[in-house]
């Protein structure tokens, strides 16, 4: 048998996936041309016999002890995420809390005796998916009164158990990965159509939890937007809802737990919307002399009720960055795909669109092609590439120091120009007083008719050593104009744990009240994620 692949425990993806020495010798090369630095030394990743975890404060009951794991690996690899924030720590071989053990259930069962034991015993327990949290979503909890903390890892629960047909749906465990959901929905001739950046190392249930933005730039957006019904296990029993195309019956229960990020329940199985595998594909990549342009046409084409896959605008750092060009001009990357019908009249509406607006249309755009013409050729080409690489890339940079990170956030047209200006003004202000020089460029990464949702990049040389430290303050201070100018803190990213003070701010005290209330009674001795959204009452 062919050993498995080893994942990371302090990066992203697999051990043998990611930039050799001599390329991580030429990334630095880049990095100290481009900020004039001198030389970048790289720190060389954690090993496993260099962790010096705590001893386990708790001890599984016998009954159970076969699907727990208390190795160093498993326990290093659950208590981080795979932000920023989590690869600077595992850098610096700081793992002070980490779990004491790690679950791995088989089935809904196991999960629910699981649930049981750490309830009784006054145990903290953090859901597991394929753990690509950037928000400190699935860390143990820091302080409170627990006698240990548990990650319940969800990836046993990794099939899709039936498809209906007639319908269009399927009914899904919540631990599937990304890539073997749509083996399994391939050979029927069906896509969830649901493609994160962390696709490949996240779970469905992961994204339903935290309200994941996926593929669709426009239209389907949000995982939201698949969910038929959910069955979600919580230490007082199961919610399991009705499948239903729509339902006017009071408020909706899966909303209840869509975007809940655990601390209500786990999900263990969802009866999700399918779509047929796309046949039709046609692309085209609009140069804009700016990006305030850009965003134009990118509204003009929202509120046009067209519908593109992809609608994505890089500013013309963004778009350097990329590869798409040298920086001359913003660039819209336009797509659209269709199981059904062919795409020409969609995508010349909104080149037209585009070309009104001062676009530049390069020759032969908006032909239907086939799948691996579509996907890589030219600008969108390299941003897809770039797009895919990027989490790669981030471990090598802050293995040379380099502050290397994003957040994203989404506000309505008519305060865009004026939120986008402010924090552009803020981020490059901090950047330069925290860090000395730097960069923050921005892209749209999905678009409504009523607003955009931007995404900023920030690369900056750090100072060794205080590397988050100097994270933290620039974070904080482009969050402040978040909440200031009436933006949401995440789009897409989740809430977790490093945005819970901009979340306080932005949820209505009176939901935050219903949110304890419906924690209390799903989860009385709170014991699910404790720190996430809210602060329990026990």
């Known amino acids: ?6 994942r990371k425990f302090w990066g992203w993806g697999y051990e043998d996936q990611q930039p050799n020495a001599e390329q991580q010798k030429h990334i630095a090369e880049r990095m100290a041309k481009r900020f004039g630095l001198a030389p970048l030394t790289i720190t060389p990743p954690p090993r496993e016999d260099e962790l010096n975890l705590r001893t386990p404060r708790v001890k599984p009951p016998a009954a159970l002890a076969s699907i727990f794991s208390l190795s160093a690996y498993d326990r290093a690899f659950h208590s981080y995420g795979r932000g920023y924030r989590d690869l600077v720590r595992a850098f610096r071989r700081y793992y002070p809390n980490p779990f004491d053990a790690v679950a791995f259930p088989r089935d809904e069962a196991e999960l629910t005796r699981v649930l049981e034991w750490c ?11 394929g753990g690509s949290s950037v928000m400190g979503g699935v860390e143990p909890p820091a302080g409170g009164d627990w006698r240990g903390a548990v990650s319940i890892d969800l990836t ?3 099939r899709v158990l039936e498809v209906d047909r007639v319908a269009r749906a399927a009914r899904i465990q919540g631990g599937v990965l990304g890539p073997a959901l749509e083996d399994q929905l391939r050979p029927h001739g069906y896509t969830l159509r649901h493609f994160p950046q962390s696709f490949e190392f996240s779970t469905l249930g992961g994204w339903i939890a935290t309200r994941s933005g996926g593929h669709f730039a426009t239209l389907y957006t949000h995982i939201d937007d698949f969910v038929e019904s959910l069955r979600v296990v919580t230490p007082t029993g199961v919610v399991e ?20 990020e655990g601390i209500l329940g786990i999900i263990t199985e969802a009866w999700m919307r399918l779509q047929d595998r796309p046949k039709f594909r046609a692309g085209a990549s609009v140069s804009f002399p700016d990006f305030v342009s850009g965003a134009n046409a990118v509204r003009a084409v929202a509120q046009a009720g067209l519908y593109p896959a992809n609608c994505r605008l890089l500013d013309p750092g963004e778009a350097a960055n990329a590869g798409a060009n040298q920086g001359e001009a913003a660039v819209l990357v336009l797509a659209f795909e269709s199981a059904d019908h062919e795409l020409e009249p969609w995508m010349k509406r909104a080149l037209e669109i585009c070309a009104g607006l001062g676009g530049k249309i390069p020759e032969g755009a908006g032909r239907t092609r086939t799948d691996a013409e579509a996907t890589h ?11 895919l690489k990027a989490p790669y890339l981030r471990d090598s940079l802050v293995a040379m120091g380099i502050v290397s990170d994003t957040f994203e956030t989404a506000i309505t047209w ?4 004026n939120y986008h200006a402010q924090l552009m003004e803020t981020g490059t202000d901090a950047i330069r007083r925290i860090c000395g020089k730097g960069t923050m460029t921005c892209r749209f990464t999905h678009a409504y008719p009523d607003g955009p949702a931007p995404y900023y990049t920030i690369l900056a040389p750090g100072k060794r050593g205080s590397e988050l430290e100097q994270w933290d303050e620039i974070k904080a201070a482009v969050s402040e104009v978040v909440v200031r100018l009436g933006g949401t803190i995440t789009h897409h990213h ?5 945005h819970r003070p901009w979340y306080d701010r932005q949820r209505p005290e009176g939901f935050a009240r219903a949110l304890r209330a419906a924690k209390r009674a799903l989860d009385p001795h ?6 996430v959204l809210i602060d329990p009452e026990r």
Do not use: H
């Open 526 to 531: 709170a014991i699910l994620n404790p720190g």
């Open 494 to 498: 989740s809430v977790g744990r490093d």
């Open 414 to 417: 008519d305060r865009f120009p």
């Open 377 to 387: 050729e030219g600008a969108a080409g390299a941003w897809r590439e770039a797009f």
């Open 119 to 129: 309830d009784k015993e006054r145990i903290a327990a953090t859901p597991f998916g």
């Open 241 to 260: 809802s009705r499948r239903l195309p729509g339902s006017g019956a009071g408020p909706s229960p899966d909303r209840m737990f869509i975007g809940s």
């Open 156 to 158: 046993r629960l990794g």
């Open 1 to 6: 048998m062919a050993e498995q692949r080893k």
